[in-house]
């Protein structure tokens, strides 16, 4: 099993910044993609980046060129810096890990943060 921490929502005004981290724990194999994906009230949840152990990265077009995602293999973290924040990026942000090898992956989700921006 692998547990996922999710940390650094809130509560912030459009333009403004936030960093997210996720720490992942337990058991988890030598090869990992990392991914943030959110849900917005009312919508289906949907990917905003995610990066693979190799530092391989993906960005949804949605936030590009405002959110940065980055890792730490040694800590298993995963951030997402968060510039210039919209009324639109108001979610619940989740963590998820897919890790394996050969054929034998597993999927684990963190329980969530906030984020909320509001004038």
């Known amino acids: 099993q692998v547990q996922l921490v999710e940390s650094g929502g809130g509560l912030v005004q459009p333009g403004g910044s936030l960093r997210l981290s996720c720490v992942a724990s337990?058991?988890?194999?030598?090869?990992?993609?990392m991914a943030w994906f959110r849900q917005a009230p009312g919508k289906q949840r949907e990917l905003v980046a995610s990066?693979?152990?190799?530092?391989?990265?993906y960005v949804a077009d949605s936030v590009k060129g405002r959110f940065t995602i980055s890792g730490d293999n040694a800590k298993t973290t995963m951030y997402l810096q968060m510039n210039r924040l919209n009324f639109a990026d108001t979610a619940v942000y989740y963590c998820?890990?897919?890790?394996?090898?050969?054929?034998?992956?597993?999927?684990?989700w963190g329980q969530g943060t906030q984020v909320t921006v509001s004038s």
């Open positions: 998820n890990m897919k890790t394996g090898a050969g054929i034998a992956w597993s999927e684990f």
């Open positions: 337990g058991s988890v194999s030598t090869l990992y993609v």
């Open positions: 990066i693979g152990k190799d530092g391989s990265a």
